[in-house]
T-cell receptor, first 115, second 114 residues
Framework: AQSVTQPDIHITVSEGASLELRCNYS??????LFWYVQSPGQGLQLLLK??????LVQGIKGYEAEFKRSQSSFNLRKPSVHWSDAAEYFC?????????????FGAGTRLAVHP | DSGVTQTPKHLITATGQRVTLRCSPR?????VYWYQQSLDQGLQFLIH???????AKGNILERFSAQQFPDLHSELNLSSLELGDSALYFC?????????????FGQGTRLTVV
């Protein structure tokens, strides 16, 4: 069955420090992978996506993610975190199952940023 | 602003009642997805409509139903509400129905059942 695992429920980093959020997926075929961010009281905003091609993808707000098929991972990175990056981050895989499409989300990682 | 509009933003209702949540997708988007976000279940896919037709059902209870109208807006109907239905309900839209297309999310409707 398709699934997405985000091993870290909470992460705290200092402002200006680098960030890596982990995501592992389980999917039999080539996955479509997404990272979304949810700020308090807001909907989900797409940060970046991987469909095919270059395994290092660039997104908005200085985020990037690397698809590693051998590790079934799609980790999100940012070289320098700003206080406004505090939010919840969701990794998702686009899956086809039983002839229909859906996005399967991980449980999310809540990021806190210390000044 | 994602371009997806959900109304109302907040809803408080009693157990046993019925409510309707509304979603207007981005202009030109044919697909509408509904998701439920709760503390214990996380983000759960409920249902997907494409150009007025139901395409997929996820973890949607029989007490819940949805439809997409000719103008492409969608409504999610929740009936015989229980305390456990309290959650944030998101609508998302995309141009097509495939999983290689980006979905844009609304800001959600927070439902509180008392």
């Amino acid at each position: 069955a398709q699934s997405v695992t985000q091993p870290d429920i909470h992460i705290t980093v200092s402002e200006g420090a680098s960030l890596e959020l982990r995501c592992n997926y389980s999917y039999g075929a080539t996955p479509y992978l997404f990272w979304y961010v949810q700020s308090p009281g807001q909907g989900l905003q797409l940060l970046l996506k991987y469909f095919s091609g270059d395994t290092l993808v660039q997104g908005i707000k200085g985020y990037e993610a690397e698809f590693k098929r051998s590790q079934s991972s799609f980790n999100l990175r940012k070289p320098s975190v700003h206080w406004s990056d505090a939010a919840e981050y969701f990794c998702a895989v686009g899956a086809v199952s039983g002839g229909y499409n859906k996005l399967i989300f991980g449980a999310g990682t809540r990021l806190a940023v210390h000044p | 602003d994602s371009g997806v509009t959900q109304t109302p933003k907040h809803l408080i209702t009693a157990t046993g009642q019925r409510v309707t949540l509304r979603c207007s997708p981005r202009s030109g988007d044919l697909s509408v997805y509904w998701y439920q976000q709760s503390l214990d279940q996380g983000l759960q896919f409920l249902i997907h409509y494409y150009n007025g037709e139901e395409r997929a059902k996820g973890n949607i209870l029989e007490r819940f139903s949805a439809q997409q109208f000719p103008d492409l807006h969608s409504e999610l109907n929740l009936s015989s509400l229980e305390l456990g239905d309290s959650a944030l309900y998101f609508c998302a839209s995309s141009v097509l129905g495939g999983m290689n297309t980006e979905a844009f999310f609304g800001q959600g409707t927070r439902l509180t059942v008392v």
